[in-house]
């Protein structure tokens, strides 16, 4: 009898110790911070040039990160613009965005949809935020795509597309610029803008990344 209440007393151990462990990484994946993983990111946007020609460009210096509170932040490196002709690359560079480094965006998600999401899971969250570009800003709304990949990573992804109207930007002047100095009868004033985020969790504070230990 001593023998068995041993055994079902260290089963209950093993039993409190792995739930213990399973709400601890919980707690830990809902207090990290996620990073954004410039690398596999990716942010496009899309021009209409004489009124029925689209062209697609990108940028791919990309930095940011999401805390525990469901604050996004983003910043673009405007220098690595890539609209395929470099000397295009250069005229909105300078007329266009006046040679400003880069654009910020600031949003703000909930973050506890996103952080009970088993991996392979996928949720779709409404992101609120304002962009900001060559000193001037507009608020946006949006919904975003989320996917959990695996225990580090998670994908984000524009659910449809982010329109811009490029005048909340003060950009009309540099656009009529460029149509003066290619000869071009109209260019489009909205721009589609899509995005492929990958974050990547990181520790919020010094072995928060670290399993927790399981009960044996």
């Not at 001593?2 to 079902?8: F, G, S």
């Not at 029925?52 to 996004?72: I, R, Y």
């Not at 071009?184 to 990344?209: H, N, Y």
């Amino acid at each position: 009898m001593t023998l068995q209440r041993e055994e079902k007393t260290l089963f209950k151990f093993k039993m409190l110790a792995s739930a213990a462990a399973i709400i601890t990484s919980a707690s830990l994946a809902f207090a990290d911070t996620w990073t954004l993983n410039g690398e596999a990111s990716h942010l496009a946007f899309g021009s209409i040039k004489k009124e029925s020609f689209g062209e697609v460009h990108s940028f791919s210096g990309l930095s940011g990160s999401v805390s525990p509170d469901g604050k996004v932040m983003l910043e673009i490196d405007l220098a690595t613009l890539d609209t395929q002709i470099e000397i295009r690359d250069e005229r909105m560079k300078k007329h266009v965005f006046n040679n400003t480094p880069k654009a910020t965006v600031m949003a703000e998600i909930e973050m506890e949809n996103v952080s009970e999401l088993a991996v392979g899971d996928s949720t779709v969250v409404d992101a609120y935020g304002t962009v900001a570009l060559a000193g001037n800003e507009t608020e946006v709304f949006t919904e975003m795509f989320v996917m959990r990949l695996n225990e580090e990573q998670v994908l984000v992804t524009t659910n449809g597309m982010i329109m811009l109207n490029l005048e909340d930007f003060g950009l009309t002047k540099g656009i009529d610029m460029l149509m003066q100095i290619a000869e071009l009868p109209s260019i489009t004033r909205a721009s589609p803008v899509t995005m492929r985020l990958i974050f990547d969790r990181t520790a919020k504070e010094a072995g928060l990344g670290q399993k927790a230990p399981q009960g044996g």
